[in-house]
């Protein structure tokens, strides 16, 4: 199925025909709120628990880092006045700034950031790396807390910046990591209106006016965080078209991911601008489950390359417009320093489908029923899904293609059984450039079995290589280990990368100030 079958939908039709007709009433936008289309509904705010991209946008309105990259990728202090290091490196001592409160009205303490941190990382990639380092965290008093090493780890402030690690209260910080949070408390510039919350229609945020930004600018997830709306509303629109109408019509002010199909039409409309925030864009990834068969098979997975054509699955999605794309890539984002092309003939060679099915047939394949998941309200994941059913077929794959919403795609990745005990066996998704861009913080390429992302991949190979990426000397270092990494990787499969895309937003001509970013952040926003 090529990406024109989704301009079926009636909102869409209409949009590509006429411009600005009327779509079915939100009602006009107020001049202090900002009212958003996400990408999907918004399902979750705990990106312990969950790793959707809405998750991390709605946790960065409520909660607040201790550091935060800029837009060089370096670390700059947040919630942290600053920080000193040991001669020996071992011992982190961190002192956070004056002024912080929870949403509560409860000031930040040092013990609220060392049981975030004990949450965090038992779960985000960087955070399990450093958690396997550390000797001891704890409070020193109520603005200082010390983390203990032992050994050396110099990617310490770019974990806590980059890898979405939130800071909430300590009751709050105590949840199990296995299941959500249920207050959202933070200390962040937004407060969450939970009441108003009706999953799979709307959420609500209010400005928070005891929140002290930085006075510095804002770049990426640092700088100061200032807010200019009273409020913020997300619209839950699965259809593209009425989604885009309703920008049109001024209903609402932001689409995140406006289909591509509509970008020609939503650049000539009167009050609407198109542009592209993330210069790292989006990695495709197809997910394995590595527990059960038949992708338990590292032959099987190897099979699939020599048919996989990234070309095909970013047209799914760009269409002609390939200027939003790049393929063939690997394992690492293009444009970053981790990126290569080891083992990358894998890909790029021309494809070749008679090799791919003998080497399914001498990977000893027994028909087993794969059970592939398709969310039916997020139009990107869908396309590739699409295609992948379409590969699986042409393999002689016995495919089961089960269609289903988002939010019970994103709870269903968490059965570990086979697909007759409701487990899965594929799935596809989108993960931004900026996670993908090095071995420490992507999800999709842990190994280490029932404790790494969705899928479960043991390797003890791969797991090591990235112990010694985190241990390298320097740059040089870093950057061939990467290439063996990618090259065990083509090996045993841990996900199919899909291709790279850079996908325009769109909105309201009245809106500046958008803090450029891998994610879409509310703060800076100014609406006249």
């Not at 919630?79 to 912080?100: K, N, P, Q, V, Y």
């Not at 509303?233 to 019509?249: K, R, S, V």
């Not at 020609?264 to 394995?288: C, Q």
């Not at 489950?289 to 190897?302: A, E, G, Q, T, V």
Request: hydrophobic share 40%; glycine share 8%; with cysteine.
């Amino acid at each position: 199925m090529r990406r024109r079958d989704m301009l079926k939908s009636a909102g869409a039709a209409a949009v590509l025909a006429t411009a600005g007709l009327p779509c079915p009433a939100i009602g006009q936008s107020r001049a202090d709120v900002l009212r958003f289309v996400p990408q999907a509904d918004l399902t979750s705010l705990d990106t312990v628990w969950a790793t959707s991209a809405t998750a991390a946008y709605a946790s960065y309105m409520i909660f607040d880092t201790l550091y935060g990259i800029d837009d060089s990728l370096t670390s700059r202090p947040q919630m942290c006045a600053g920080h000193e290091i040991s001669s020996d490196e071992l011992t982190w001592t961190f002192t956070l700034r004056d002024g912080l409160s929870f949403h509560d009205n409860e000031p930040v303490r040092a013990v609220d950031c060392t049981a975030s941190l004990t949450r965090w990382w038992l779960k985000n990639p960087f955070g399990q790396y450093l958690s396997s380092l550390t000797n001891e965290v704890r409070p020193l008093d109520d603005k200082r807390f010390q983390i203990r090493l032992k050994q050396p780890f110099r990617q310490m402030l770019y974990a806590l910046g980059a890898g979405v690690c939130f800071m909430m209260p300590e009751r709050v910080a105590k949840t199990p990591a296995a299941e959500q949070i249920k207050e959202y408390v933070g200390s962040g510039p937004f407060r969450f209106l939970q009441d108003e919350w009706v999953s799979g229609s709307h959420a609500a945020w209010a400005k928070n006016e005891k929140y002290m930004p930085r006075q510095e600018p804002p770049q990426y997830f640092a700088g100061g965080k200032v807010v200019h709306v009273d409020r913020v509303e997300w619209i839950t629109q699965p259809d593209p078209g009425t989604a885009a109408a309703a920008l049109q019509t001024g209903e609402v002010d932001w689409v995140e991911l406006p289909l591509i199909d509509l970008l020609p039409k939503l650049k000539g409309s009167p009050g609407v601008e198109v542009a592209t925030f993330d210069p790292l864009g989006w990695l495709g990834v197809l997910a394995f489950n590595h527990l059960n068969p038949p992708f338990d098979n590292p032959k099987l997975l190897r099979a699939l390359l020599p048919a996989v054509d990234q070309k095909e699955y970013v047209q799914s999605l760009v269409g002609e417009q390939l200027d939003l794309a790049k393929y063939p890539v690997g394992f690492f984002t293009i444009g970053t320093p981790m990126a290569n092309t080891a083992g990358l003939s894998a890909l790029s060679e021309p494809r070749d489908l008679a090799k791919a099915k003998q080497l399914v047939k001498d990977s000893g394949y027994k028909g087993e029923k794969i059970v592939l998941m398709s969310p039916t309200d997020i139009h990107n994941l869908q396309q590739e899904a699409l295609v992948t059913r379409n590969l699986f077929e042409q393999l002689g794959l016995n495919v089961d293609y089960q269609a289903m919403d988002w939010g019970t795609l994103a709870n269903r990745r968490f059965n570990q059984g086979p697909p007759d005990k409701g487990g899965w066996s594929a799935f596809t998704t989108i993960w931004p450039g900026l996670t993908m861009s090095n071995p420490g913080s992507s999800y999709p390429l842990r190994a280490n079995g029932k404790k790494s992302w969705f899928g479960w991949l043991t390797d003890d190979r791969l797991e090591a290589l990235r112990v010694d990426w985190f241990n390298a000397p320097d740059l040089a270092a870093q950057k061939k280990i990467c290439e063996q990494i990618q090259l065990r990787a083509f090996e045993t499969v841990p996900f199919m990368p899909l291709g790279q895309i850079f996908q325009p937003t769109a909105f309201r001509s009245n809106l500046t100030g958008f803090v450029k970013c891998g994610y879409f952040l509310f703060w800076g926003v100014q609406k006249s």
